[in-house]
């Protein structure tokens, strides 16, 4: 009498973790990079990192090193934007002045009011 143990054939097994190991981190990464991304651009850094496919983790680090747009703040009721000449700085000035000095540089400038 004969034993024999006859192991069984895991390839199949094997093979389909190893898949869908592989698309979880093809899809995890993407995600990652949109949910990363500057306001509104989440779309855009998605399919970069589903573009590079293994170096989908590049793309999440190009998300995160991204920069948000600068945007610009409003005047307060009642005051204009005015930029110095010396040093080129914003400054918030009341409609009713007829002259400003610069906040940064501190040089006079003489306006016309609205």
């Not at 496919?53 to 600068?70: E, F, K, R, V």
Request: proline share 9%.
């Amino acid at each position: 009498m004969e034993t024999r143990i006859e192991l069984p054939d895991l390839t199949p097994l094997i093979g389909m973790a190893i898949a869908i190991g592989l698309v979880v981190y093809l899809v995890t990464w993407p995600i990652i990079a949109a949910n990363e991304a500057p306001r509104g651009r989440g779309l855009v850094f998605f399919l970069i990192a589903l573009c590079l496919g293994p170096l989908a983790p590049l793309g999440a680090a190009l998300a995160c090193c991204a920069q948000d747009l600068p945007r610009r703040r409003r005047m307060p009721h009642g005051y204009r934007a005015k930029y110095c000449c010396r040093c080129d700085a914003r400054n918030q000035i009341p409609k009713a002045n007829d002259g400003f000095a610069c906040w940064r540089c501190g040089e006079e400038h003489s306006l016309t009011p609205v």
